[in-house]
């Protein structure tokens, strides 16, 4: 079932004092990552592109001055008449080559890892402080089979704490690429205590992994879990229509708040309904258009991602911290292109199961996640009632 919802339905859980990520004036450095797969996009532009841009202007600066100071007709007044130097034009053929190599490869990582949405699996066991051998179903398709130890993560939650084990140290892993991945932990694990086995091809370095580690790429992998729900977004003249497909395909759009309904700070990024997703789990994106081409795009997540008409685009992100978020259509669709933003608020689970079961009453439908005393002392309620 299909509603619009529109205007002001209490769409957003967060309280006014959340925290908000907004560009600043003046800035000149990206917005804060808050995924995991943008700090390697910062990363990349600042530890990759910008030194090499920088040596490359420092380089040719130097080389104008030289000639400039060198070569001018005063300083030479007898010019040189040789036309070529073949070892000259190999060396500025070869290095730029070179550099465009160096850049290709962790891009092309990048577009990889932004492209295909992960399909990573948990399996989550009881230990019972005896047990030692814990099998992982590795039912990918052949080309998405676990096969590495960077595959795999096995680990374990006593409550208190999570701890990630390490390959080899504490466990011994047999079937690398079979149909089922068998893990032996050095120590059974202690009763009572969870043992997770997270696999999947699809990987990214932990959050808030330091430059200088990535340099070296010596930072902690993760596997990354597949998406939990399906964002649908879908573009129009001038505001964004978004729809939740796993959830009862409730559907609202979201439209700038003019400036007497909003700060002056937010003016231009508020919107009247934003988009509610919960923290740390993979949201798959879809986005389509019902005019011209418009683009979604949050910088916080270096998501950027066309919706075409007549089209189907597809990306995914994780938000690592709670918050709202903000961007903007970033594709020229005409006169109020500019008055078209982009919020997504980050909530926990609880917080989006509430407003989940919330659109579903908007729209009609069974709350979905209400839980089950919550469901009887209602139907009391409505039997006392009639
Ligand atoms: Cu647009």
């Not at 040596?55 to 030479?76: E, G, P």
């Not at 994780?318 to 709202?324: L, P, S």
Request: glycine share 6%; hydrophobic share 45%; with cysteine.
């Amino acid at each position: 079932m299909k509603k619009i919802l529109s205007g002001l339905a209490g769409l957003s859980v967060l309280a006014a004092s959340a925290a908000y990520a907004l560009p600043e004036p003046g800035g000149i450095d990206m917005q804060p990552a808050a995924s995991a797969l943008a700090e390697e996009v910062h990363f990349f532009h600042n530890g990759i592109l910008m030194p090499v841009m920088t040596v490359i202007s420092l380089l040719v600066l130097a080389l104008l001055l030289w000639v400039m100071v060198r070569y001018n007709s005063k300083a030479n007044p007898v010019a040189q008449k040789f036309s070529h130097n073949t070892l000259v034009e190999i060396i500025w053929t070869g290095i730029p080559i070179l550099i465009l190599l160096i850049i290709a490869l962790p891009s092309f990582e990048l577009l990889y890892k932004e492209g295909v949405t992960p399909d990573g699996k948990q399996v989550v066991t009881r230990g019972d402080g005896q047990t030692v051998d814990f099998v992982f179903a590795n039912d990918f398709p052949d080309s998405r089979m676990v096969k590495r130890a960077d595959h795999l993560q096995v680990l374990i939650d006593t409550g208190a704490e999570r701890r990630t084990l390490k390959n080899r140290k504490d466990f011994k892993v047999e079937g690398w690429g079979e149909r089922d991945l068998v893990v032996s932990l050095n120590e059974p694990a202690p009763a009572g205590s969870s043992v997770i086995l997270r696999g999947g091809r699809s990987t990214q370095n932990v959050s808030g992994c330091p430059m200088s580690k990535r340099f070296i790429d010596a930072c902690e992998k993760e596997v990354v879990l597949a998406p939990t729900m399906t964002l649908k977004v879908s573009g129009y003249q001038w505001g964004w229509t978004y729809s939740y497909p796993d959830f009862g395909d409730f559907e609202y759009s979201s439209n700038m708040l003019p400036e007497d309904q909003t700060t002056p700070e937010l003016y231009r990024f508020a919107v009247d309904n934003r988009v509610v997703i919960p923290v740390g789990e993979s949201i798959r994106v879809t986005t389509t258009a019902r005019d011209v081409i418009h683009s979604w795009a949050l910088p916080n997540f270096a998501l950027k991602i066309d919706a075409v008409p007549g089209r189907f685009n597809e990306t995914w992100f994780r938000a690592e911290k709670e918050g709202v978020y903000y961007g903007q259509c970033s594709e020229i669709c005409g006169i109020r292109h500019s008055f078209m933003p982009i919020a997504v608020e980050v909530v926990s689970r609880p917080k989006f199961e509430a407003w989940v079961d919330s659109q579903r009453a908007l729209a009609g439908l069974d709350p979905m996640f209400i839980d089950d005393n919550v469901k009887l002392a209602q139907a009391g309620a409505s039997a006392a009632a009639e």
